[in-house]
């Protein structure tokens, strides 16, 4: 196999500074030595903006913002170095110092403009903060990528983070373009969409983190493929600032109601409601046993007649789930038993059979593995049968044959966050449900957004296959469910399709709540959990 040539990469920065994030790829650069080269960095000297006198008391009181939600984030000890700089004269030793100018279209001036080119880069990276034009665009064999963080339709300008939290926006997005001469309007090479965290900087550095991942995806695939691969566009939104100071004041009032409720206000918890599709009006309520435990992710399965629903039951006190098995009948529940509890977290009991035996696949994604465990003596009796994904994070696997295939629809953090809301992956076996070997789709991630992505239950029927999936609104987990119908399935497409569910209709407004995150049905039964 040929050897693939190796991509020499820039950083753009300010005064010789870089942020925590772009520090971080560096490192994982450095460390992909076989495939990247980075020898030297460009920094702008002189990057001072223009002092407006209006502006400086709503700059000096967000600092305030800043200050106090950094305390936060090291109380909860998370991104305690969002906010650091580091030199990055230390980490590489070649340094390109080039000059602004101040009044000329053209930004940067001629011989800077040779001195970089002599570097010869494949592409840079734009860790700065100015915004570029002119020529300095065409400095590299692929030109400069940059982040834009926020959803560009939505939000542009700054502060990245902010106003999807002031907005109570369900999602904060990002993309990674190819910069052009437009602001704001280059080749985006990659977007997407993680649920907006309950304050500012917690959103910020969350999206800094997650979002950091798919630019080290494009490196990869631009070493493979020696190009981009560019996604469609749209009209970008309006450009936004740091907020005005009465602005600031709403912000502050509403982020510290939503502190308060958070430490004094007890939260609300998943329980189960067990439907007659004849009488949706009347459901069964399978409530938490205790104050201690929550019951969620339930799936029904029917043996010889007889209705049992699987779950997850949460307890607080030993912070992890275990999976209890629940006898049903028409009128009521009979009896609630524990049939498989690890040292582990455990939830999220899909149910499959396999020449005539019955396999369950909870999420064992706290051991970074994906699992069977066979059913010995239904419905009480289950044992470890075996891993079938070694070294993975994901959550909420299904697994289901479609044709000659077995397809596996999963959530993984790629992003090392505990995040498992916005990605949407499959694989697929051509050797059966048991194999360990399970083959990466080609297009994977499928979807990353945090609306629509996660998994939520399935539901087969004729062929069929209809993939139910969650909804994480602004600070709330679980807000609501689609029914996505799966069009096509196979090695090189997946496509789904939302559709409208009369029976979702139904059962929200029976329980007056959309705060529903899973779902399960056979025949004419159906249960969902709900806050």
């Known amino acids: 196999m040929k050897k693939l040539k190796k991509i020499k990469i820039g950083f753009l920065v300010n005064e010789g500074l870089i942020d925590n994030y772009n520090y971080q790829l ?51 000890k998370k991104h305690t170095n969002h906010l650091k700089k580091f030199k990055l004269n230390k980490t590489i030793r070649s340094q390109i110092s080039i000059q602004k100018n101040s009044f000329e279209k053209e930004i940067f001036n001629k011989k800077d403009l040779i001195k970089i080119r002599k570097e010869k880069y494949d592409v840079i990276i734009r860790a700065c903060n100015d915004v570029l034009s002119g020529d300095i665009l065409k400095v590299s064999t692929y030109g400069i990528l ?57 959103n910020q550095a969350e999206l800094y983190k997650k979002s950091l991942f798919y630019l080290k995806n494009i490196l990869l695939k631009l070493y493979e493929d020696k190009k981009f691969k560019f996604l469609d566009s749209a009209n970008p939104g309006k450009i936004y600032e740091i907020p005005k100071v009465c602005n600031q004041f709403i912000y502050l009032v509403s982020t510290l109601k939503m502190l308060s409720k958070k430490i004094f206000i007890k939260k609300k918890y998943f329980k189960l409601a067990f439907f007659d599709k004849n009488n949706l009006k009347k459901p069964i309520i399978i409530g938490n046993t ?120 999963t959530n993984i953090d790629r992003t090392s966050s505990k995040d498992f809301n916005h990605d949407l992956s499959i694989y697929y076996s051509k050797n059966g449900p048991l194999t360990n070997k399970w083959f990466q789709h080609k297009k994977n991630p499928l979807k990353n957004n945090s609306l629509g992505s996660r998994n939520g239950g399935l539901i087969i029927n004729n062929n069929k296959i209809i993939r139910i999936s969650q909804n994480q609104g602004f600070d709330n987990y679980g807000e609501s469910i689609n029914f996505n119908e799966v069009m096509s399935i196979n090695e090189n497409d997946y496509k789904e399709k939302k559709i409208k569910s009369d029976l979702l209709d139904k059962i929200n407004n029976s329980l007056k709540s959309k705060d529903i995150h899973h779902l399960s049905n056979i025949k004419n039964k159906v249960i969902v959990d709900f806050k």
């Open 290 to 409: 205790n104050a201690k435990n929550f019951l969620a992710d339930p799936f029904l399965v029917e043996k010889k007649d007889n209705l049992f629903c699987f779950a997850e039951e949460f307890n607080y006190t030993k912070k992890k789930g275990e999976i209890v098995c629940i006898e049903l009948n028409k009128k009521k529940f009979n009896k609630k038993s524990t049939i498989l509890k690890e040292s582990f977290h455990l939830s999220f009991p899909y149910i499959f059979e396999y020449k005539k035996k019955l396999f369950m696949c909870p999420d064992t994604s706290e051991i970074s593995e994906i699992r069977l465990y066979l059913c010995t003596d239904f419905p009480y009796k289950w044992r470890y049968y075996k891993t079938i994904i070694k070294d993975i994070n994901a959550v909420d696997t299904m697994i289901f044959q479609k044709k000659n295939f077995w397809w596996m629809i």
């Open 26 to 76: 560096l490192k994982w650069l450095k460390k992909n030595s076989d495939k990247f080269i980075v020898s030297s960095f460009i920094s702008i000297e002189n990057s001072k903006k223009k002092i407006i006198f209006n502006k400086i008391p709503k700059k000096i009181f967000f600092k305030f913002i800043i200050f106090f939600e950094y305390l936060i984030l090291f109380f909860l």
């Open 146 to 202: 940059s982040f834009h963080h926020g959803d560009y339709k939505k939000f542009r300008g700054s502060p990245a983070g902010f106003w999807e939290v002031f907005f109570k926006e369900p999602n904060t997005g990002f993309i990674i373009q190819k910069i052009d001469k437009k602001l704001d309007a280059g080749k985006i090479v990659e977007k997407g969409f993680f649920s907006t965290q309950s304050f500012f900087l917690l």
